[in-house]
């Protein structure tokens, strides 16, 4: 059964980066057909896409954080990270990694069909 | 970006009801369309992908139906375990946008 787990910094400080790691078990990141990103829900509020790394390594990124965001892998470890620049307030949220299947592999459902615990992080001084 | 309208955004229903939430792509995502549920401090969790295929483990009371910019998930016999958030999400192109979501409440 694959798993996602989320670890890093629950307080950031303004204007700080926020950074983010997840650790998977149970599958590797390498497999092909396969997203693996961060997604963020502020407190009481909708879903928003942040970005993803395909298994090839190649990133995409929402293009309203695309400035200050960075996702990287490290396949040595099985895990794949989140990075945000310069936050504020508005960047708390409880961030979700999660996989998602890409629409053009037929062996894989393409939508997210696995996701992380969330770990919410505060941005406050 | 496409942009993910669903309605209505709040909806009171009792148990053994049938419900439909709509959702609306501001242009054309195939059939490329994904339905979430989310329970409160919950994880939110796949449903049906592509449109009208369920997901594992999913009560065949969950439905899903459209294609090009209008879709429909629909649910039968009303359980109380499917009081939640449901949430469109259109895989089609980059950035990956989500509907504002629909709470479901137990009238």
Redesign the interface.
């Known amino acids: 059964q694959l798993q996602l787990h989320e670890s890093g910094p629950g307080l950031v400080k303004p204007s700080e980066t926020l950074s983010l790691t997840c650790t998977v078990s149970g599958g590797s990141i390498s497999s092909s057909g396969y997203f693996w990103g961060w997604i963020r829900q502020p407190p009481g509020q909708?879903?928003?896409?942040i970005g993803?790394i395909f298994y090839s390594g190649t990133t995409?990124?929402?293009?309203?954080l695309k400035s200050r965001v960075t996702i990287s892998m490290d396949m040595s470890k099985n895990q794949f990270s989140l990075e945000l620049n310069f936050v504020t307030a508005a960047d708390t949220a409880i961030y979700?990694c999660a996989r998602?299947g890409s629409?053009t592999n037929l062996l894989v459902?393409?939508?997210?069909?696995y996701?992380?615990?969330?770990t919410l992080v505060t941005v406050s001084s | 970006?496409i942009l993910m309208t669903q309605s209505p955004s709040s909806l009171s229903a009792s148990v053994g009801d049938r419900v439909a939430i709509a959702c609306r792509a501001s242009e054309s995502i195939s059939n490329?369309l994904?339905w979430?549920q989310q329970k409160p401090g919950k994880?939110?969790k796949?449903l049906i992908?592509?449109t009208s295929?369920l997901?594992n483990g999913v009560p065949s009371r969950f439905s899903g139906g459209g294609s090009g910019t209008d879709f429909t998930l629909t649910i039968i016999n009303l359980q109380p375990e499917d009081f939640a958030t449901y949430?469109c999400?259109q895989?089609?192109s980059?950035?990956?946008?989500?509907?504002?979501?629909t709470r479901l409440e137990i009238k």
């Open positions: 909708g879903l928003e896409w993803n995409y990124y929402n293009p309203s979700y998602r629409r459902v393409p939508a997210i069909d996701w992380g615990q969330g | 970006d490329y994904n979430y994880v939110p796949l992908y592509a295929s997901q949430y999400q895989s089609y980059t950035p990956i946008t989500f509907g504002q979501g």
